[in-house]
Every structure is written in C-alpha cells, then in structure tokens.
C-alpha cells in the first residue's frame, strides 16, 4: 500500500514539475529531477523490502530458538 501511495505521489510530481516549467528551457533539470525522483523511489522500495525481510528473519530466528 505505502510503495503504491509512494509511487503515484512521485509521479504526480513528476508531471507537475514538467508541466510548470518550459521543458525546452529547462530540459537538464527535469531530466535531473526525474532521475532523482526514481532513485528515490527505488531507494523506498529496497528499504521497505529490507525491513520486510528482517521482520521475517527476527521472527523465524525466535521460533527457531524456543524450538
């Protein structure tokens, strides 16, 4: 749920900024704020996969140990 939220809201971003700004003008920096904005959102998704994966290794190294 909060990658999908995370993902809408970096695109509505996205086209916003574009949009604001002349993009023949501005190209360089749309383009640099596109790639900012998807390392953000691949840096989020690795964190939250991250965190997923250490909840389920504490959690079956707990079991393990009362077994």
């Not at 990658?3 to 809201?9: A, E, N, P, T, W």
């Not at 596109?34 to 998704?45: A, H, P, Y």
């Not at 964190?47 to 077994?67: A, P, T």
């Amino acid at each position: 749920m909060k990658k999908g939220i995370m993902l809408v809201s970096t695109v509505l971003v996205i086209v916003f900024v574009l949009f604001m700004l002349d993009f023949n003008k501005y190209y360089p920096v749309s383009v640099i704020l596109l790639c900012l904005s998807l390392f953000k959102v691949i840096d989020f998704i690795q964190l939250e996969e991250l965190r997923e994966d250490g909840n389920n290794s504490v959690c079956y190294n707990k079991n393990k140990e009362k077994l």
